[in-house]
């Protein structure tokens, strides 16, 4: 199949797997295969049912970054092609590796730029994601990672798709060249202390030499692990609806009566659903073997890239970590001794609390010292006609999640608990009159 063919029967199939909006947004570098990229798309336009534009994000560290940009603009200029350009400047003493960081700059800019049911396209190609199914490999990844890149995948509200990932290298080649196109070679790429450079010269031509044909094998592979993949998060779904209780907490006895391989599976999804990360073999290992079979009484826990897993009464709790903040009693402190205004009470780093006028039933707010704060334990509340309860109690028949109640912002009036968060406010706050009560209004960050 030819470039040309190949990239309209990837623009059928994103149509068939996902709905879209109608503005197609082209991610160029100015490299060779996002040039090619773009003018597949402005020579086939008429065939595609979108609104073309393009984005190029300049990271500043090349000192050609300029030279760069400016060849993008004239050729989108020359195209017709609308272009956003961001501009960067990246904090190289993080540790964390240039490559990385320029990555994820890139799409904290696209996300930020895009809008929903938008998509973006980038020009990945079948060496890019052999390169990454073997650096996966060599990392010791399982499935996931052996499926390298997605051809599409979630970006924001928005939907990112790769339309040369099955395409040659070769064939980007023959294309830029019989097109004429212009185009820079990014200096970095030479650099071979960068691992994917590395690969790209060191190790795929010597590959190519005993498999010439081993990038589309790979890339056979990947989309094999990608299917194995789906299947085993369908599998981990179903063996988390006997294990995971309503409340969001694992029952160990339910987890343990699995064979060894599906509690990995079963917790593994479990952190990725609730945490949005994903889970180390050996952060699975470690929970299985220290945590899960602690001593009944023992009450031991784990910290986890900002989250805390702990064992209490039989199970497994996912928790945010603590910080410091959310260890005051209270985040904000506001005297109230007339009514009208009040000023928005915030919870650092989880939301904050606005009052709105409403009519009744709604509450009063008397004069006095205004706070919020998460639960320490012990607080009771009267919600309107009921008897007085233990918070706790109440809590716990709600369906909300252990995590969540960590987190619950109560409202405090002197040292009166006034209101809780998906809960209600207690019947002593209760507005008697007419249009002059007040309706809390949690809002999260
Ligand atoms: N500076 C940039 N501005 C706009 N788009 C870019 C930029 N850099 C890369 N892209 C897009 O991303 C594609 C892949 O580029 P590259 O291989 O350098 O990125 P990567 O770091 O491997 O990205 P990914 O995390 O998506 O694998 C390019 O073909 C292009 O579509």
């Given at each position: 199949?030819?470039?040309?063919?190949?990239?309209?029967?990837?623009?059928?199939?994103?149509?068939?797997?996902?709905?879209?909006?109608?503005?197609?947004?082209?991610?160029?570098?100015?490299?060779?295969?996002?040039?090619?990229?773009?003018?597949?798309?402005?020579?086939?336009?008429?065939?595609?049912?979108?609104?073309?534009?393009?984005?190029?994000?300049?990271?500043?560290?090349?000192?050609?970054?300029?030279?760069?940009?400016?060849?993008?603009?004239?050729?989108?200029?020359?195209?017709?092609?609308?272009?956003?350009?961001?501009?960067?400047?990246?904090?190289?003493?993080?540790?964390?590796?240039?490559?990385?960081?320029?990555?994820?700059?890139?799409?904290?800019?696209?996300?930020?730029?895009?809008?929903?049911?938008?998509?973006?396209?980038?020009?990945?190609?079948?060496?890019?994601?052999?390169?990454?199914?073997?650096?996966?490999?060599?990392?010791?990844?399982g499935?996931?990672?052996?499926?390298?890149?997605?051809?599409?995948?979630?970006?924001?509200?928005?939907?990112?798709?790769?339309?040369?990932?099955?395409?040659?290298?070769?064939?980007?080649?023959?294309?830029?060249?019989?097109?004429?196109?212009?185009?820079?070679?990014?200096?970095?790429?030479?650099?071979?202390?960068?691992?994917?450079?590395?690969?790209?010269?060191?190790?795929?031509?010597?590959?190519?030499?005993?498999?010439?044909?081993?990038?589309?094998?790979?890339?056979?592979?990947?989309?094999?692990?990608?299917?194995?993949?789906?299947?085993?998060?369908?599998?981990a779904?179903?063996g988390l609806d006997g294990v995971v209780s309503e409340d969001g907490a694992v029952d160990i006895r339910a987890l343990q009566s699995l064979p060894t391989t599906h509690q990995y599976l079963v917790l593994r999804h479990w952190l990725e659903s609730a945490a949005g990360k994903w889970p180390s073999q050996k952060l699975l290992r470690t929970l299985l073997q220290e945590i899960v079979t602690a001593s009944k009484h023992a009450q031991p826990s784990l910290q986890w890239q900002g989250w805390q897993v702990r064992r209490e009464f039989g199970k497994l709790l996912l928790m945010p970590e603590q910080d410091e903040n959310s260890q005051l009693?209270?985040?904000?402190?506001?005297?109230?001794?007339?009514?009208?205004?009040?000023?928005?009470?915030?919870?650092?780093g989880?939301?904050?609390?606005?009052?709105?006028?409403?009519?009744?039933?709604?509450?009063?707010?008397?004069?006095?010292?205004?706070?919020?704060?998460y639960r320490q334990g012990g607080?009771?509340?009267?919600?309107?006609?009921?008897?007085?309860?233990?918070?706790k109690k109440?809590l716990q028949?709600?369906?909300m999640p252990v995590s969540q109640r960590q987190r619950l912002?109560?409202?405090?009036?002197?040292?009166?608990?006034?209101?809780?968060?998906?809960?209600?406010?207690?019947?002593?706050?209760?507005?008697?009159?007419?249009?002059?009560?007040?309706?809390?209004?949690?809002?999260?960050?």
């Amino acid at each position: 199949m030819d470039l040309q063919a190949l990239f309209l029967s990837s623009i059928d199939e994103l149509s068939r797997v996902r709905p879209c909006g109608r503005r197609l947004t082209i991610a160029v570098s100015g490299g060779r295969d996002s040039m090619v990229l773009l003018d597949l798309c402005v020579q086939l336009a008429d065939r595609l049912p979108f609104e073309l534009s393009a984005i190029h994000v300049n990271h500043g560290w090349s000192v050609n970054a300029a030279l760069w940009e400016q060849h993008v603009y004239t050729v989108c200029q020359n195209y017709g092609v609308p272009l956003t350009v961001r501009h960067l400047q990246l904090d190289t003493s993080t540790g964390q590796s240039p490559e990385e960081l320029a990555r994820d700059a890139r799409y904290s800019c696209f996300i930020e730029l895009l809008r929903p049911h938008d998509v973006l396209l980038t020009a990945h190609h079948q060496a890019d994601q052999a390169e990454t199914v073997l650096l996966n490999l060599l990392r010791g990844s399982g499935p996931r990672g052996l499926a390298g890149i997605p051809q599409g995948r979630e970006l924001g509200e928005s939907w990112v798709w790769r339309p040369l990932l099955n395409a040659e290298s070769v064939k980007l080649d023959q294309y830029a060249r019989g097109r004429q196109l212009c185009w820079f070679d990014d200096e970095s790429n030479l650099d071979g202390r960068y691992r994917r450079n590395f690969i790209r010269q060191s190790i795929a031509p010597l590959l190519s030499t005993h498999w010439p044909d081993w990038q589309r094998s790979v890339g056979r592979s990947a989309q094999l692990c990608r299917d194995l993949d789906r299947l085993t998060v369908d599998l981990a779904r179903h063996g988390l609806d006997g294990v995971v209780s309503e409340d969001g907490a694992v029952d160990i006895r339910a987890l343990q009566s699995l064979p060894t391989t599906h509690q990995y599976l079963v917790l593994r999804h479990w952190l990725e659903s609730a945490a949005g990360k994903w889970p180390s073999q050996k952060l699975l290992r470690t929970l299985l073997q220290e945590i899960v079979t602690a001593s009944k009484h023992a009450q031991p826990s784990l910290q986890w890239q900002g989250w805390q897993v702990r064992r209490e009464f039989g199970k497994l709790l996912l928790m945010p970590e603590q910080d410091e903040n959310s260890q005051l009693p209270s985040a904000t402190r506001w005297l109230r001794s007339t009514d009208g205004f009040f000023p928005p009470l915030v919870l650092p780093g989880n939301g904050c609390l606005e009052m709105r006028q409403v009519s009744t039933p709604a509450m009063t707010l008397p004069a006095g010292q205004y706070r919020i704060s998460y639960r320490q334990g012990g607080e009771k509340i009267r919600l309107p006609g009921r008897p007085q309860r233990a918070l706790k109690k109440i809590l716990q028949e709600t369906r909300m999640p252990v995590s969540q109640r960590q987190r619950l912002p109560l409202l405090w009036v002197d040292d009166q608990l006034a209101w809780v968060a998906g809960v209600g406010f207690d019947e002593q706050f209760l507005c008697h009159e007419q249009a002059s009560g007040w309706l809390p209004v949690w809002l999260k960050e």
